[in-house]
């Protein structure tokens, strides 16, 4: 099975900055199929970007992502106060339980 | 619009069984497949299992197989999945969510299944 694993676990950011969340594949993800999801408490995950790039409709242009084989990343260009959360990464090249990486929160500064 | 809906939150005692409906609209059924994926308290994002509702094809994490089940019932677009030998480590929200290509795009709001003696 791949192994995904986040960086950092906890990112404390202020509104305005740019922040960076970096994912890393224990193999590399074939087809670039790899996505982003932000989680805010009692809510379900909402998808943001898409094989690796493609961001989902709807979903403000601040956020991007990039990245091929072992190491995708998502940034935030501006944070916004909305933008408090948890976000996680997922391959979804080969299907397990370990899909999804364990997730970064991004807390207020 | 899309929706997921799934049904309500269920308590189980150890060793018994749960079954979790997902109820869609908004979008031909048969076009995308349905994932489900759990969350522990406080804990993070694990998938569960999938299927194909134009044929009904499932596929499940190793983790799972051989008390997990996933079924679709075409005539009402529902999703369900059966969950069985249930164990206090089984507690946990419990989604369904439309792919598309793989990542899941609508999601449910949830069902919390508590197992506790």
């Known amino acids: 099975d791949i192994q995904m694993t986040q960086s950092p676990s906890t990112l404390s950011a202020s509104v305005g900055d740019r922040v960076t969340i970096t994912c890393r594949a224990s193999q590399s993800i074939s087809g670039g199929w790899l996505a982003w999801y932000q989680q805010k408490p009692g809510k379900p995950p909402k998808l943001l970007i898409y094989k690796t790039s493609t961001l989902q409709t709807g979903v403000p242009s601040r956020f991007s992502g990039s990245g091929s084989g072992t190491e995708f990343t998502l940034t935030v260009s501006s944070l916004q106060p909305d933008d408090f959360a948890t976000y996680y990464c997922q391959q979804y090249s080969t299907y397990s339980s370990e899909c999804f990486a364990q997730g970064t929160k991004v807390e207020i500064k | 619009q899309v929706q997921l809906v799934q049904s309500g939150a269920e308590v189980r005692k150890p060793g018994a069984s749960v079954k979790i409906s997902c109820k869609t609209s908004?979008?031909?059924?048969?076009?995308?497949?349905v994932h489900w994926v759990r969350q522990a308290p406080g804990q993070g994002l694990e998938w569960m299992g999938i299927?194909?509702?134009?044929?009904?094809?499932?596929s499940y994490a190793e983790k799972f197989q051989g008390r997990v089940t996933i079924t679709r019932d075409t005539s009402t677009s529902t999703v369900n999945i059966y969950l069985s030998s249930l164990e206090s480590d089984d507690t946990a929200v419990y989604y369904c969510?439309?792919?598309?290509?793989?990542?899941?795009?609508?999601w449910g709001q949830g069902t919390l299944v508590t197992v506790s003696s």
């Open positions: 969510a439309r792919s598309i290509g793989g990542a899941g795009d609508y």
């Open positions: 908004g979008y031909t059924f048969t076009n995308n497949y």
């Open positions: 299927i194909n509702p134009n044929g009904g094809k499932t």
